[in-house]
């Protein structure tokens, strides 16, 4: 019970140190920030060539054709009763749904939307 209460008084803790900012007394420095960020969204990018994308096209092919013969492999692994491929298996899924209720916490407390 104590681990349980030390654990959500050390989530309020890092949620409270999250929202902790440096008050910023001098009008003039907001002013400079909001100028200098205005001045930089002005700053356009130049648009990538045709070499660029035809690049970045291959490159994303190759990952997906990668990853379609891992998965592959993986499943027939599962299949035929790999002793670390399924603890493996149990151990990312169960690490997928950790993440997953964090993820539901942290957007259920507001966390990131400056409430």
């Given amino acids: 019970m104590k681990q349980r209460i030390r654990t959500v008084l050390f989530l309020f803790c890092i949620n409270s140190i ?6 910023i007394k001098d009008g003039r420095l907001l002013n400079k920030a909001s100028t200098k960020s205005l001045q930089m969204a002005k700053v356009s990018d130049p648009e ?20 379609y013969f891992i998965f592959k492999a993986w499943l027939n692994a599962y299949r035929d ?6 603890i493996l298996t149990y151990i990312s899924a169960v690490l997928l749904l950790l993440l997953l209720l964090g993820a539901a916490f942290l957007v259920g407390i507001g966390y990131g939307y400056g409430n």
Avoid: E, K, N
Avoid at 53 to 59: C, T
Avoid at 60 to 66: S, Y
Avoid at 81 to 86: A, H, I, S
């Fill in 18 to 23: 999250a929202y902790a900012s440096f008050p």
């Fill in 48 to 67: 990538p060539d045709l070499l660029t994308w035809v690049f970045a096209g291959l490159l994303i092919t190759a990952m997906a054709v990668g990853l």
């Fill in 81 to 86: 009763g790999v002793t670390w491929v399924r």
